[in-house]
Structures are given as C-alpha cells and as structure tokens.
C-alpha cells in the first residue's frame, strides 16, 4: 500500500493525465476505527469512534459543463453525469458514493457545479474501514472547497450520510461519515448519534505503553447484502415492542427481558448494553485508563456474536488468540459478518500477531493482515 502523499501524488497525476490540467487541490478524508459502541448508531445512542492514519483522496477541479467526471484507481470508470440528471437510480455502483454527494450538496440548497474528479484511496475495501464513508467525505470537502460553498461538518457529515441512505440505498447511521469529517489526531470522537452532538475523547495508546491492532480478518462484506438492513429493521421492532421511540431511551439492558419475542430481546440487549459500555469507556479515557477499556471490548464482543449475531469464524478465532496472548481486550468492529477486529494489545504487537496468525494457519484460512490504528486527523486538504 503506498503511504497518504504518495497516493494523494498519484491521484494528482492521473488527473492530470485525463484532463490535461492540474487539479485545483486534493483532498482526503480517512476511513475510521470504532473502539466501541456498535449498531448503537442508527438506535440514536453513542458510539466512539476514531479517523484512521488511511483514506481516500479526490483529485478536482472544476467543469463548466455542469457534468461530474469520476475516475477511480480501484474501479472500472469513467462515470460521466450531468448535475440536471442526478437523482435517486440515475448512478448505480461505486460511482452512486460520490456522485450521490454532489445530489446531497444540491438537494440542500448549497450551489456546487460541475467537476472532474479522480478517486484513489490506501484504504481496503470490505474489511469494515469504512471506505464508502470516505469517499462521500473526500468528495465533500473537494466539492464545498472548490465551490466555496461554507458548510459546517456536521452539516456535511448528515449531507454525506443521505447521499448513503438515499443513492446508494443503505440504511446506515451517522458514525462513519463523523468520524471521517470530524476525527482529531490522538483522539476518538464521541457522538450522542440522536443529537448530533460529538466531543473529542483523549486516546493515546502509544502514551500508554498500548496499541490499538486492527486484524483484517479477510473476509469481505458489504453493508448492501441485506443483512445489515434486517439488524436495523429487528431493533426498531424491538423499541416498539419496549414502547419507546428507540433503544436509546431504554436505561439498562435488564429490561429487554420484558420482549416477548426471544431474538428481539437479544438484539436490544446487545444495543442497550452497548451504548452503557461507551459511556463507560469515556470515563475510563478521561481517566487516563485505557487499559480498563480492554474488558468492555471483550463483553462488546460476546455481546455482537451472541446476542447481535453478526459476528463470523475468523474474528472470533483472532478475538480469541489475542487475548490469550496478551491483548486486554479485542473485538469485532463495524457492521458484521466480515472486515476487522480492533484489539488492544501492548505496543509491542508480535505476541498476538504471532498467535493469531498461527491460529489462522492451523485451519488452512488465509493469513490476516494487521495494521496499528493510531486516532489520527480527520478530513482535509492534501495539496
Ligand atoms: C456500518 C454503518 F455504516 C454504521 O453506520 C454503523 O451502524 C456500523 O456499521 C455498526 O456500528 O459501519
């Protein structure tokens, strides 16, 4: 993988080499980590997530054609639209991310034009990082930028999430598009997900002697098979089976017994448990205790793989290995079913690298892939 500059470089290159001019600026935005908090997004809750040192850049420049060009290193393209035929259905595929931005942009009233866009990104797909996030993200900045159109990120983070819901058809929450817009280096971002609401949370791990591992599992998934769709439909059956207008109102997980239905009662559990266990991570990051987050990522696990049930093999095997190797707590991360596991382990990585890899081996699966995870910036300008 090459490194931010060297992907920002490239992209900067290839635009010139399609439009046979310099792009006005490229912009990044990162995709994002989640120390806990899961599925809790779209139930109005809390969740804790942070910007990771990886992303997506946007080679611009603006067309007066009123059209939007799309390239992008890591798909077939090009995507050529005009602004007048955006709309819901008129972009199908990867090109739906940022081209359902600009329709966002526009749908609210903000007066962005045509541009030419070329995509790259340092990113995998599918391993639960959030890259669609950050696509919409980095076209965002790129296209307000060039526009000069004044948003604030939140505003931007909501516009990015629609373009999600609506073009591209997921009914996903807010946390990815937050984090990538609003995450600060050294720091999650907590995010109250019914008020809109965020606030930095000191995260240091390498102040305290730890390491935040991501342990891409290797198995793909994808937020549009349907089965994330059924999670968030299963919890809004479980609210109104609780009388309330979502699990966020509901105080502790004890009163999910009261469902009668027994798989609804444990999704509810999981999100109400959940949202009680980000609020105690915050106090034990303001504590200066990051060590005793280890332990909630080990309930948060048992709770996605038992109660949620989106969980899978490998990030169960990896959870597993590295705890008993030494990490204070590890965990699936993301929408299920495939993508990472975030582990806190000590800085040095080898004991639970080692394990897990061994782990993997001894039942033929592929090797994973690991990759420290240091809270880093969120969206920008590169060049
Ligand atoms: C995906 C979604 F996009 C988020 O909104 C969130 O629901 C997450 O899965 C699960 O916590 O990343």
Redesign the pocket.
């Known amino acids: 993988m090459l490194s931010g500059t060297a992907v920002a470089e490239r992209a900067a290159a290839q635009f010139r080499a399609r439009h046979d001019s310099e792009p006005e600026g490229v912009w990044h935005a990162p995709g994002?980590a989640?120390l806990i908090?899961?599925?809790?997004?779209?139930n109005e809750g809390w969740?804790l997530p942070f910007a990771l040192d990886r992303g997506v850049v946007v080679a611009a420049g603006r067309r007066d054609d009123d059209a939007l060009d799309i390239w992008s290193h890591q798909a077939d393209g090009p995507v050529t639209v005009p602004l007048a035929a955006l709309g819901v259905g008129s972009v199908t595929g990867w090109a739906a991310y940022p081209a359902g931005v600009a329709w966002a942009l526009r749908e609210a009233g903000h007066a962005v034009g045509g541009a030419s866009l070329v995509i790259d990104s340092d990113l995998p797909q599918g391993a639960?990082l959030?890259s669609?996030?950050a696509i919409e993200c980095a076209t965002a900045v790129a296209l307000v930028t060039l526009y000069r159109v004044s948003v604030s990120r939140p505003e931007l983070a909501r516009l990015a999430?629609r373009a999600?819901n609506e073009m591209v058809g997921?009914p996903?929450?807010?946390?990815?598009q937050y984090a990538s817009l609003l995450g600060e280096a050294g720091h999650a971002l907590l995010l109250d997900c019914r008020t809109g609401d965020s606030a930095p949370v000191p995260l240091d791990p390498a102040a305290s002697g730890l390491t935040l591992l991501l342990v891409d599992t290797g198995v793909r998934h994808a937020?549009t098979d349907g089965r994330?769709a059924l999670r968030?439909a299963e919890c809004e059956r479980a609210a109104r089976a609780l009388g309330v207008p979502s699990l966020r109102d509901v105080d502790g997980p004890a009163r999910a017994a009261e469902i009668g239905d027994p798989v609804l009662a444990r999704r509810a559990r999981h999100v109400i448990a959940d949202d009680c266990r980000v609020r105690a991570a915050v106090d034990l990051l303001n504590a200066d205790d990051l060590a005793g987050v280890g332990p909630l990522l080990h309930a948060s696990h048992a709770s996605l793989r038992d109660d949620f049930e989106i969980s899978w093999p490998q990030a169960n095997v990896a959870a597993e290995a590295a705890e008993a190797a030494g990490a204070l707590g590890a965990r699936m991360?993301?929408?299920?079913f495939g993508g990472s596991v975030i582990a806190l382990v000590p800085a040095d990585t080898e004991g639970p690298r080692e394990a897990i890899t061994a782990e993997y081996t001894g039942r033929g699966w592929p090797p994973p892939r690991f990759r420290p995870a240091p809270p880093s910036a969120g969206a920008g300008r590169l060049l």
């Not at 908090?37 to 779209?42: A, L, P, R, S």
């Open positions: 994002r989640n908090g899961e599925h809790t997004d779209y969740v639960g959030s669609s996030a999430r999600e997921v996903s929450g807010m946390m990815d937020l994330y968030r991360m993301g929408g299920g």
